[in-house]
Structures are given as structure tokens and as C-alpha cells.
């Protein structure tokens, strides 16, 4: 098989993953891709480094048995926790969530002043932190923990009274930071940036770019295919997602993430990863 | 070893079985405890029948091979989940979370109509419905499931306008219902009591009586305890709890759970259960 022809592989600790997807297909629409949601384990953010990591490298084993010729990590966890070793342990180009998000941020930012929201774990590894001021040393990272999008997201209260004052008590200790930039480091988040938006607005009284680093992952992603020469020619090409448990409440998340109402789902026992 | 000196084994998906624990240990301050938290797999609440079964098959193995004499199921899914087939792979009393809190339910409840709050998973069961309508056929039950509630308590924001707002928002829809008993169906819930309280008070304008599953559980494991002659005479006795993985956050939400400061806490690998 054509090198160029192989699917993308994907993974994530659950749905999140696939705020990503839909970025690549909307803007990489002739590429396969192979998903896998490690959902019997998920959530990632609560758990220590060592068991992150394991999870992680048994995902990207599973991904690379069905041929991928790049991976995505998008999970904001397992980017901080274990990308060096994916990294080495693959052949192929690896994108983390972190990285795109982080240099996006870098190139928009006014006056250097950047924050970063997400779990506790993402916000704790201080990963954004350290890739940014490597990028530019003079430039302030403020990362906040807000544990409660998530589920929020997961309930499917991204508007309203409940998320508005979610988001207020979250993004309250940002505003004397004097950011112009907000990276959502999550790859839930994306579904709340409407609301994020008007409350970081409300608090500041200025315009904050967001980031959104789905976004910047399908960016980086086209880069690297067209850099290697990888760009999968016109013609047939699939989208499978796989899970380590299969729920309904997964299958209606997946259409609300997807903006897609059909698509294959599988489970695949995490025995077998 | 005489059967009386055995420790009693809990499990649950998590940290919220220290609710249990906490009333175990003030009613039967005498008993020894060995408890497993899942949190590698942690939570259940959205996971399939057959791999919430899966996992309470090992956690009850890994507690059986410690040499315990009653088994608590200190988790709403699993009890509603795997409750039967735990009963069928034990020689030694097994005490669900969910029939002790149901047996309470009816007891206390003036006029017959009781609501339920959970997990989707809890709920969707209907275990709490269908065991009171065996106790009671004449007796109304509304589940209703509550899914921000854990990350709440987890976050700890227990107290305070967001709680509020989201218990408001999730116990308006059971006013209609006319209860009279609330059954609080989830281990992390006793943390919320006071805002649940407050708040259902408000909606209803009358005392609706709340029933702390956790409560009903250590009540019922004293009464078999005793019925079964098993309870521990005086002496040595000790509290370990297991985690298949150990994060910063689990030792700090522990202290908050079972109110005690200190506790030996040990990773075991998910391999080994």
C-alpha cells in the first residue's frame, strides 16, 4: 500500500479526541482516519504519570497494528505525560495537542501574556508553561485547572446560567493577569468557547484571542503531510472509530463532537491493546 | 485465624466508598477494614454492564485473597450491575450499597413516594425502583440522575452559589413528584447533604427526609455482623485501603471523605487484582 494512502491514527482518553477529528476531516477531507477512545479508563486527568503512560503506549501500539502513518495525541493528559516516549517509540510523524496550541498561541499574542485552562493534571505538568517560554522566553504563561468543563461538556451544558457561572468563578483569577491570549487546553473545550468567549470578555472588558487547539493540531497536521509528502491522493477513505467501552451515552457525545450523526463505531477489549 | 478477627472488605470505583467507611468505622470502631479503590478505571457510572462486571470481579478477588468476612459493594454501579453475580462467587456475607438504603427508604417514608438521585448509570438501572417495588408494591419511585454532583464534590465546592444553582436545576424536575424520602444514591452525594437539604426544602416548602445510603449500608453490616456471630472482639485492629492508582488528589480528597487525617494508603497494579 502506498505510504500516502494509510489512515491517520487518533487517540484519546475518551470523546474529547474527536473535537479534533472533526477539525481534520473539515480540513483534511480525502484522509482516512483511525480513532481510538480508551473509554473503559477514561478519564486521564486524575491519574499519576506512570499509569497515563501505559495507557498511552498500549493506545499508540493498538494504532499502529492497523498501519497509521502519523499519530495524533489528542488528549491533553497523555501530550503532557508520556509524548517524549510515543515520540521515540514511533517511525512515523507524532503530533501532540500541546505543541500546535502552545506555538498558535505564541504567533497571536500581543503583549505576551497567555493563559491556559484545563485539567488538573494538564495544568499541574505545567507542559504549556515550559514549551512557551522555550518558544519565547520573555513571554507569561498563567495556567488555571477547571476540572468542571469537562463535565459539564458531558452533561451538555455549554449555555445557560449553570456554565456562565462556572466559567466566572474559573476565569475570576485570570483577570488581574492581564492576558490577551486563552488557550483552551482541552479538547473539550471547544464546545464551551462561545461561553468562555463572553465571560472572559464580561471580566476583562477587552477582546481575548482564543485559542482552540483542535484547530491548530489540523493545521499542524496538514504541515507535516505536505512537508513529507504524505497527503493521501483523492479517492476512497474511512473514518472507524474505536472504543474500549461502548456506551450509548458515548454514541451521542461522538455525534455532538463529530457534527456528524453516522459514523462506524467499534468496541475493542483493552485486553487487546 | 478465628473468622471473627477477619477484616471486612469495600470496594468501590473510587474515593466516594470512603463515605462508607467512615460510618463503618464510627459504628464498629472495633472492626478491621481493607478497602480497594478502582481509580485506574475510575468512574463506572459511564461504562457498560459487562465491563463494570469485569472490574467487580477482580476488585472482589483481589479482597477475597486478603482473607475478608463481609463484603461491602460500596458502589452504585457496580451493586446495580454486578450485585448478583458477587453474591454467587462469595462464601461470605455480601452487603450492596443499593438494598440497605431501599429497606431504609420504605421504613422511614410517610406516604410512599420516594425519589431517587444518581448516576445516568444508577438510574437507568432502575435497581432502586425495581427492589422497593418488590418491598412495597404500592410505593412510588422517581430516579433522577444528577451526573455534576461527583465532579462537584470532587472539586469540592460543596457549598456556595454553583452547588446551588445545579442542585436547584436537577431537583426542580421531582417538586411534581410530591416525595416525601429522598434516597441520596451515590457515595460521593453524603458530602452534598446540607446543600440537597437546603435546596429541596426551598423547592418543596415541606421537610422531605433524606436517606444517606452510606448510614443505611454500616447499619445493615452491623446487623449481619451480629446475626451471623462475626463481630471482632476487642484488640489490634486496622484500616488499609488499596488504590490501583494513587494520585496526589486521591489522598486529599480521602482525608475529606473519612474525616481522619491519617490512613496507609498502597498502590495495587490493576494486573495483579
Not at 41 to 61: C, D, Q, W
Not at 164 to 181: E, G, N, S, W
Request: charged letters at 25%; aromatic letters at 10%; glycine letters at 6%.
Amino acid at each position: 500500500m502506498d505510504q500516502r494512502d494509510r489512515p491517520l491514527g487518533v487517540f484519546d482518553s475518551g470523546v474529547g479526541g474527536f473535537s479534533v477529528v472533526q477539525r481534520l476531516r473539515s480540513l483534511l477531507p480525502d484522509e482516512s482516519i483511525i480513532y481510538l477512545g480508551d473509554t473503559a479508563r477514561v478519564p486521564y486527568g486524575t491519574k499519576s504519570k506512570e499509569t497515563v503512560l501505559r495507557y498511552a503506549l498500549e493506545s499508540t501500539r493498538f494504532l499502529k497494528s492497523q498501519g497509521i502513518k502519523l499519530l495524533v495525541i489528542a488528549c491533553n493528559t497523555a501530550s503532557s505525560m508520556a509524548r517524549d516516549e510515543l515520540l521515540n517509540s514511533c517511525e512515523f510523524p507524532v503530533i501532540d495537542v500541546v505543541e500546535p496550541g502552545a506555538r498558535f498561541a505564541c504567533a497571536v499574542s500581543q503583549f505576551g501574556r497567555i493563559g491556559v485552562i484545563g485539567t488538573y493534571a494538564t495544568c499541574k505538568m505545567k507542559t504549556y508553561s515550559q514549551l512557551i517560554s522555550k518558544l519565547n522566553p520573555s513571554f507569561k504563561v498563567f495556567e488555571h485547572p477547571c476540572p468542571l468543563f469537562v463535565p459539564l461538556v458531558e452533561e451538555g451544558w455549554v449555555q445557560g446560567e449553570v456554565p456562565k457561572l462556572i466559567a466566572k468563578k474559573y476565569l475570576t483569577p485570570l483577570v488581574p493577569k492581564k492576558i490577551d491570549t486563552l488557550i483552551l487546553g482541552c479538547t473539550h473545550y471547544p464546545l464551551l468557547k462561545p461561553i468562555i468567549q463572553e465571560v472572559i470578555t464580561e471580566l476583562t472588558e477587552r477582546e481575548i484571542f482564543i485559542v482552540d487547539s483542535a484547530e491548530a493540531i489540523a493545521s499542524q497536521v496538514k504541515a507535516t503531510l505536505m512537508a513529507k509528502d504524505l497527503i493521501k491522493s483523492k479517492g476512497n477513505n474511512f473514518f472507524k472509530a474505536y472504543v474500549t467501552d461502548l456506551s450509548a451515552h458515548f454514541k451521542t457525545l461522538g455525534k455532538t463532537f463529530l457534527k456528524e450523526e453516522f459514523f462506524e463505531i467499534k468496541k475493542v477489549s483493552i485486553d487487546s491493546l
